[in-house]
């Protein structure tokens, strides 16, 4: 009876496609294995840092009213604000660690990296923080954009739709300051878009930088695609909304045009 099977050297070459295919495809399913927890991760940050400043809001009244920014007192009161902002949260959340920005049990890398692998220091003048039970880090700034103390916190989340001349300007200067996030907490890879993150406070919600029609130095195109690079932050809207990082693989994403690299 005559036998049938696979020769040596089938059998060498069958498993030498497999490990190609598995070297090319592995890589590809990790990173969106990656991605998928990052976002998931993202969104559940956002919604527990959310239902804190509402309950804030709706127990101790709007933002505008937790402390007083000076036109003439600059950083110092900036300072004070962002220490009421740091009290208001920690009292309405479950915290893991508490930590001070400016010592050594900061929450935070030293720096941060945009996505050409540039450090550009941890952005946000970021001071107070603490370190929420799922591992993310939060830090707390109170400023507006350009230091604005006249007009901080007088915007509300729906600025696009309240018909106000230069939309960007107020939903930059009028914001009540920014929650910068580190997913990771200091572990690595310490960038732009993929482990850090942030959101804007108003003085009636939170909401992801990175909007349709934010201000230029906020905005996506310029600054998460990777143009300019004024503000951390600037990807995360896109990651939420979009439910993709296709910015890391892709150079012509807009909110106007292509939403993924499909």
Partial sequence: MKKVGFTLAETLITLGVIGVVAA???????????E?????????TYAILSQA??????EEGSPEGWCTLETKGGWTEIEKCSEKMYEMFTKYLKVANYCNQAKTDSCFAPTYKNRKGVDIGRGNGMHRGFTLMNGVSVLINAAPGDNNTSTWCSTSINILNQGKSNIAYWDYVG????LSVDLN????????????????????GIAPMGRLGAHSQQNFEGNCMGTSFKNLGSCTYWVLENKNMDYLRCKDLSWNGKRSCK
Avoid: Q
């Fill in 185 to 204: 907490g200091k572990s690595l890879p310490n960038t732009d878009g993929r482990d850090f993150f942030a959101f804007k406070m108003y003085n009636d």
């Fill in 53 to 58: 400043y509402r309950r804030g809001i709706a």
């Fill in 24 to 34: 090319i495809t592995i890589p590809v399913l990790s990173a969106k294995i990656e």
């Fill in 36 to 44: 998928k927890r990052t976002i998931n991760k993202l969104n559940d």
């Fill in 175 to 178: 914001i009540c300051g920014t």
